[in-house]
């Protein structure tokens, strides 16, 4: 039902004559849950779906805007997905963060409906698993008791409906959207549901090759369901009332600008160059170009293959500047490295972000070696 809303809006041009009356169900449930809820809009919301999936983005820095090609579209840039190399193709992924501490895992599904259109489904999850619940260690009668001790998950899902066509617009034109689904849970102390939509473009010309996308481009709305029995003890203790009352979470529309070109060496060389302007409109954030209003984040991947069946991989991103213990700056960015094979089908992509730096420095955060390694493997069929 939603892949044939978003293709109904996809009749129009460029897709975005959405009626104000198709809003009204909107309207009235965050009528409901701000007469009876907290609205905020953080600055950092639903920030699982930005760390990124499958080894080759993740391997050149998150650069896919326009270049994704395979089911990882779905998440990238929905508009991708008319590029398939085969009719159906799917993606699974799996990464550890922070030495293992945080799971991130990916799964996607994509089929060509026909010449001109694509659809797939996508299933993301990032957690925290066992956690230790130590409220309870001491006992009534001031004893440590371990069996007190409760275990317990924090994670983030999204479920991703996604479909692509080619336009008729412009020839080379592309034009896909997401409807997202997300579910958020803090064991048994909270739930947060979420809706969110996203719309891309594609564009080749010649060697030359465009992408962009708007994220959560009607803003996303997580509805948060706090248990308060969970919290009434420590809401007494701390006088803390907010933390038995629900709320509404809103996540700001983002922008994502990409451009490619191909390069040959040889018949049996060749490259792509690339680069992401991840564009947010929240005010000032710690990236290279920033202001009160606009923040620009950028991204830069290369990828360099040979007869398509290996590839090496590189990228740089999360440009930021660090303030040491002693109040000096300086400029860091993230280098991401990645390679992969491709036979019959078969696509293994592996990637190895965060890499440690040995450059001496007494800011710990950034002696820790907190490398991440990506594995995620691909499938093409007919």
Same mark, same amino acid.
């Given at each position: 039902m939603i892949i044939s809303?978003?293709?109904?809006? =996809?009749?129009?041009?460029? =897709?975005?004559?959405?009626k104000a009356s198709k809003l009204w169900v909107l309207v009235l449930w965050l009528g409901y849950f701000q007469a009876s809820a907290q609205v905020a809009a953080p600055k950092y919301s639903n920030e699982f779906l930005n760390i990124g999936v499958g080894g080759r983005a993740l391997g050149m820095g998150n650069v896919q805007a326009a270049i994704v090609h395979d089911a990882t579209a779905g998440?990238?840039?929905? /508009? &991708?997905?008319?590029?398939?190399?085969?009719?159906?193709?799917?993606?699974?992924?799996?990464?550890?963060?922070?030495a293992g501490i945080v799971k991130n895992d990916y799964?996607? *599904? /994509?089929?060509?409906?026909?010449?001109?259109?694509a659809f797939a489904v996508s299933l993301i999850r990032t957690g925290v698993d066992d956690i230790a619940d130590t409220r309870n260690l001491i006992n009534?009668?001031?004893?440590?008791? *371990?069996?007190?001790?409760?275990?317990?998950?924090? /994670?983030?899902?999204?479920?991703?409906?996604?479909?692509?066509?080619?336009?008729?617009?412009?020839?080379?034109?592309?034009?896909?959207g997401n409807a997202k689904i997300i579910y958020r849970n803090v064991g048994d102390f909270a739930n947060a549901y979420g809706f969110g939509l996203d719309f891309g473009a594609q564009l080749d010309c010649g060697k030359w090759h465009f992408g962009l996308i708007s994220k959560d481009i009607t803003t996303t709305f997580n509805a948060w369901v706090h248990n308060p029995d969970k919290f009434r003890e420590s809401a007494v203790l701390t006088g803390d009332t907010l933390l038995i009352k629900n709320s509404v979470e809103i996540t700001l529309p983002r922008l994502?600008? &990409?451009? /490619?070109?191909?390069?040959?060496?040889?018949d049996k060389i060749s490259a792509l160059a690339a680069a992401d302007l991840?564009?947010?409109f929240d005010g000032q954030r710690n990236v290279l170009l920033r202001s009160g209003l606009i923040s620009v984040d950028p991204h830069l991947g290369l990828e360099i293959n040979y007869e398509h069946l290996v590839y090496i991989r590189g990228g740089l991103s999360n440009v930021q500047q660090i303030k040491n213990f002693d109040q000096t700056q300086l400029w860091r960015a993230q280098p991401n490295f990645g390679v992969g094979i491709s036979t019959n089908g078969f696509v293994l992509d592996l990637a190895l972000s965060r890499l440690a730096d040995t450059t001496p420095t007494n800011n710990f955060s950034e002696n820790s070696n907190l490398s991440s390694v990506i594995v995620s493997l691909g499938y093409s069929f007919d």
């Open positions: 809303l978003i293709k109904y809006y =996809f009749q129009y041009p460029l =897709f975005m004559s959405f998440f990238w840039n929905p /508009a &991708g997905l008319t590029q398939l190399s085969q009719k159906n193709n799917l993606v699974l992924m799996h990464s550890e963060l922070f799964a996607s *599904y /994509a089929m060509s409906l026909d010449t001109n259109s009534e009668y001031g004893y440590i008791n *371990y069996d007190n001790i409760q275990l317990f998950s924090v /994670a983030d899902y999204a479920l991703l409906l996604s479909y692509a066509r080619q336009s008729s617009l412009l020839k080379g034109l592309r034009l896909g994502i600008a &990409g451009f /490619a070109r191909d390069i040959r060496f040889s991840d564009i947010t």
